[in-house]
């Protein structure tokens, strides 16, 4: 009896005509079966948002021959949880993927991505979860030399589960750098500098634009950062346990003396 093929999600934050989607799509179908739900729009910069208060809309169309895809007009992790609740119902898929993001989700970005916090949400399901990114912002960025990594991580992931609460962050070079090989790395400790442009809009009223730039503190050579800049495809393990253990014994030494 042939084993039954695995029943793979495909999400994204760029939207559901994004290039990076359309790449993670055909490499999954090399794997099993593929549902996409993706946005209607670009949801870059959502994190872990989630639509209330206002109708949620999920329409199934036909993109690509033999897809079948669903476009959702809310965020990232909207779409994880419809497809969950209203496309799956009683049988999760296999695997959830996510991207390939315009675009590097590395360091302190993982918690301002849509594209990993549709993954985390995978997983907080319980379902095996990936995220996916590369280093081009450009709407027709070169993905070529990401899809036999994208499709061994993915396999490997099929085949051997992931720890309990664990999802992986995987980003890649530009392709100019090509990928000399698979590096497994811890996140580094960075963060954006921020500043805001004042500008004025041609009705004379102020506004800000968010400009700045990426401070990476962290040299330690077993970081994502590292990787990227040294031409290895990073793979973080992460959790979405935000608990600071190793901040409990101190506090519990404390003393609240409430009255």
Known sequence: ??????????????????PGIKVLLEEMQKLGNVVVVAPDAPQSGM???????????????DLYEGVEMYKCSGTPVDCVKLAVD??????????CVSGINHGLNYS???LYSGTMSAAVEGAIEGIPSIGFSLDDFSHNADFTHTRPYVLSIAEQVL?????KGTLLNVNFPHIEKGIVGIKIC??????????????????????????????????????????????????????????????????????????
């Open 1 to 18: 009896m042939a084993k039954e093929k695995p029943t793979i999600l495909v999400v994204n934050d760029d939207g559901i005509t994004a």
């Open 47 to 61: 994190g872990h948002a989630i639509t209330i208060g206002k109708p949620l809309r999920l329409d199934k169309i």
């Open 86 to 95: 209203r496309i799956f119902k009683d049988k999760k898929p296999d695997l």
């Open 108 to 110: 302190i970005n993982v």
């Open 159 to 163: 085949n051997n589960g992931l720890p």
């Open 186 to 259: 811890r996140q580094a400790n960075g963060n954006w500098i921020e500043e805001f442009e004042y500008r004025v809009d041609p009705h004379h009223r102020d506004y800000f634009w968010m400009t700045g730039r990426y401070d990476w503190v962290d040299r330690g050579e077993d970081t994502d950062v590292f990787a990227i800049n040294n031409g290895y495809a990073s793979v973080v393990p992460t959790q979405f346990d935000m608990t600071a253990h190793h901040a409990i014994p101190e506090l519990n030494s404390w003393s609240f003396d409430v009255k």
